[in-house]
T-cell receptor, first 115, second 113 residues
Framework: EAGVAQSPRYKIIEKRQSVAFWCNPI?????LYWYQQILGQGPKLLIQ????????DSQLPKDRFSAERLKGVDSTLKIQPAKLEDSAVYLC?????????????FGEGSRLTVL | AQSVTQLDSQVPVFEEAPVELRCNYS??????LFWYVQYPNQGLQLLLK??????LVKGINGFEAEFNKSQTSFHLRKPSVHISDTAEYFC???????????FGGGTRVLVKP
């Protein structure tokens, strides 16, 4: 089966510019996650969707980050305006109904460099 | 809130030698424990998980881990590593009654010929 698809794989922008990342989860996976992985650190959850509703966005910097999951399938994560400290890999993951918490399927990530 | 500490940031090891990656967690409630592997330029992949039952769990590629509740540890082991095991390994925890996954900082394993 097809895995979690993310694009773009790489993006370089200047600080204060905006950027958007796209994620297409595995078909049938109701739960979708966005994680931020800063170099040398473990992934940190930014936002979790159940279908098209937000379950947890407690660690999303809402003054600059936004995410949506229209129609409960694809999702977009936006950063506006970007800061230097936003340089990271943004990982999208999904999980099907009925799995234990923590059993996630990850995409390859979108690497953001902010100059 | 739960937290995860991976005690070694890097572990160099020779091919066919054993390896152990250490992971300790803290949580005031029951947890599920996971090890994920990230090969270069790839996404994370589930290696193994502990949900309940036997404290020794076996995963893919010959890896195993042992849950020790008294020591709040979940160390990962492999008796004989291959060059292809070169990757970064992440320990993670989630509440048994919740759905938020918290990762450790990762351990980079470099297998040398």
């Amino acid at each position: 089966e097809a895995g979690v698809a993310q694009s773009p794989r790489y993006k370089i922008i200047e600080k204060r510019q905006s950027v958007a990342f796209w994620c297409n989860p595995i078909s049938g996976h109701a739960t979708l996650y966005w994680y931020q992985q800063i170099l040398g650190q473990g992934p940190k959850l930014l936002i979790q969707f159940q279908n098209n509703g937000v379950v947890d966005d407690s660690q999303l910097p809402k003054d600059r980050f936004s995410a949506e999951r229209l129609k409960g399938v694809d999702s977009t994560l936006k950063i506006q305006p970007a800061k230097l400290e936003d340089s990271a890999v943004y990982l999208c993951a999904s999980s099907p109904p009925g799995t234990a918490p923590g059993e996630l399927f990850f995409g390859e990530g979108s690497r953001l460099t902010v100059l | 809130a739960q937290s995860v500490t991976q005690l070694d940031s890097q572990v160099p090891v020779f091919e066919e030698a054993p390896v152990e990656l250490r992971c300790n967690y803290s949580s005031s409630v029951s947890v599920y424990l996971f090890w994920y592997v990230q090969y270069p330029n790839q996404g994370l992949q589930l290696l193994l998980k502990y949900l309940s039952g036997s404290t020794l769990v076996k995963g893919i590629n010959g890896f195993e881990a042992e849950f020790n509740k008294s020591q709040t540890s979940f160390h990962l082991r492999k008796p004989s590593v291959h060059i292809s095991d070169t990757a970064e390994y992440f320990c993670a925890v989630s509440k048994a009654a919740g759905n938020k996954l918290t990762f450790g900082g990762g351990t980079r394993v470099l297998v040398k010929p």
